[in-house]
């Protein structure tokens, strides 16, 4: 994967979902979209799909700092950040690459923002 990072952890879903909202918090992120995916499959297509979530993470301070930059950079956001259940029911949790989504920009200006918003995304994923 490279465009985002990921980290592969033992234990239920329901259990490191919980995990994973707790340390985005941690890092000064809310989730603020939520898709869950197996749940949308079964209902639109009616057909059965592994535990998927898609977990839109907000932290406002850096999205205000970026919109203030760059209105437009709302197209781009909140970054996010997926669960999804393995064959050996381990489970994968994966954050966007922000420097690599955010240089489709061209604004230099937005590279420190970037910068801070990968540091506490790893953080948050390498605490589980």
Request: net charge negative; aromatic share 6%; proline share 3%.
């Amino acid at each position: 994967m490279n465009y985002g990072y990921k980290r592969i952890i033992n234990g239920s879903f329901e259990e490191i979902e919980a995990v994973v909202r707790e340390k985005l918090q941690e890092q000064g992120f809310g989730v603020i979209t939520e898709i869950d995916v197996k749940a949308t499959m079964r209902a639109k297509l009616d057909v059965d799909f592994t535990n998927y979530k898609i977990l839109g993470a907000c932290n406002p301070p850096a999205a205000h700092a970026a919109l203030v930059k760059d209105p437009g950079i709302g197209l781009l956001l909140p970054c996010n950040v997926v669960l999804w259940e393995n064959d050996d029911h381990s489970i994968t949790v994966a954050a966007i690459d922000a420097a690599k989504l955010l240089a489709i920009t061209g604004n230099d200006e937005l590279t420190e923002f970037a910068q801070q918003i990968n540091g506490s995304l790893i953080s948050a994923l390498d605490s589980l």
